[in-house]
């Protein structure tokens, strides 16, 4: 948390560029390409990264696919995440984020920059728009994250269960699914420390469709789950 706030007074300067520079684009979408608005939004993640002394490893950059959609799905530790993700990946990448904690400052400008995807979970009307939204998106070439476990709350290195219901996307657009491997990523922002810390990314080997098309959602889930599972007991 000490870690969390310093950071935050730091970053003011650039926070209120951040919500300046956002409502300009969002009131101008017409001059910035997705790469413009994602380039952005990793300028912005980068500089949070060197003002809470952060340091990221990362590891099989040359397994994400080179063409076409996809989307990753990570396992969940803290505010990190996203950020580190983001900062490690070039090309565009979209987020779903629940609908009540999108709303928070700097969540809720990285969701509308991005064109991300609020879910609400006590809508199912919603959900189902989400969805749709998401898997047409990733058949079309866009990529995202969906964090399957849903929340982080005490998790650190430890994976909870994932929930199927989020690997449909993946189904319906017949997308390659590339999981993620997030270690430490839950120090940065909860250790009450201003020393550097160190976290690591591993993107996993994809399952393409061929791969998981003949199992059901838990299937995928377990599977998915399991190889994340292995990779942080291996490096750990």
């Known amino acids: ?3 969390f ?3 935050f007074l730091i970053s003011i300067p650039s926070i209120l560029t951040l919500v300046w520079k956002t409502n300009y684009i969002m009131a101008h979408q017409d001059e910035y390409s997705e790469q413009d608005r994602y380039d952005f939004i990793r300028y912005f993640a980068a500089k949070l990264k060197k003002n809470a002394h952060i340091k990221t490893h990362v590891f099989g950059l040359e397994n ?3 063409e076409g959609g996809y ?3 990570p396992n969940h530790q803290g505010k990190y995440d996203a950020i580190g993700i983001m900062d490690a990946h070039e090309k565009p990448l979209s987020i779903v984020v629940d609908a009540k904690r999108s709303k928070l400052l700097l969540v809720d400008q ?3 920059v991005l064109d991300g995807v609020r879910l609400d979970g006590s809508s199912m009307r919603n959900q189902i728009e989400g969805m749709n939204k998401i898997w047409r998106e990733v058949k079309n070439g866009r990529r995202y994250i969906i964090f399957p476990e849903g929340g982080y709350k005490n998790n650190r290195n ?3 269960e994932f929930k199927p219901g989020a690997f449909k996307c993946a189904i319906k657009a017949k997308s390659p699914i590339v999981p993620v491997a997030l270690i430490d990523s ?3 922002f909860t250790l009450n420390s201003l020393r550097t810390v160190e976290t690591q990314i591993h993107f996993l080997e994809p399952l393409n469709y061929d791969d998981y098309k003949d199992l059901n959602t838990q299937q995928i889930a377990d599977q998915v789950r399991a190889s994340i599972v292995n990779k942080i007991a291996a490096c750990l």
């Open 1 to 3: 948390m000490l870690r």
């Open 5 to 7: 706030i310093v950071t």
């Open 64 to 66: 994400l696919p080179k």
């Open 71 to 73: 989307i990753m799905f």
């Open 110 to 112: 990285t969701v509308r």
């Open 158 to 160: 430890n994976v909870q």
């Open 186 to 188: 839950w120090k940065p």
